[in-house]
């Protein structure tokens, strides 16, 4: 009976020893943090500002490159932008509008004569790829321009003014920063139709088209912002 008490103590102690032995069970860690993404989905509002240049204008149907028109501008913009759940693609609308000192001046036996864009503006469609707080979108749809001609001598200024319209296309980049605000840079090129001047004086008047070059810097703000989309992991 004696030998057997031995035999089980020896047992137990050699189980103990190797339980002791045996690494502990790993403890419970959570995932690795993802960082947030950011959401780029609401309106906003925002004032830009820049400089263009047209490189040719029609007139009567006959295109004049080097037209030397140029100058700056400044104004708003309104928009809505949705991004797709789950993915990098941002969609939206977007209307702009602004002052212009786009023109130019020429003076001719005495006759100073005058081009002058005073205010243009676009309704577009946007689309793009956002990686996190940038955005890389291209933009095209509806323009329009108020134009202005004017033609002054001894102390007389004679002006008339038309409404074009046509169509504009291009792209640009935008910044996230401070949570609703970002900043963005653009490039667009415009086209606007023809319109008929001076027909009063020089019947039936002369046609005036134009190309439009804009490049741009702007901020925006916008309303509604509910911060970043947490990714899922």
Known sequence: MKKILIALGLVASAGAASAADMPSATPYQKAPYVSPAYNWSGFYIGAMGGYGWSDRVTIA????TNADLKGGFGGGTLGFNYQVPSSMFVVGLEADAAWSDIGRSETFFGITGTEKIQSFGSVTARAGVAVDTVLLYGKGGFAWAENQISASALGLTLSESHFHTGWTVGGGAEWAFAGPWSAKAEYMFARYSSQNYLAAFIPPGVGLAAD????????NYRFGWGGPVVAKY
């Open 61 to 64: 149907g006959v295109a004049v």
């Open 212 to 219: 439009v070059h804009t490049v741009k810097a702007g901020i």
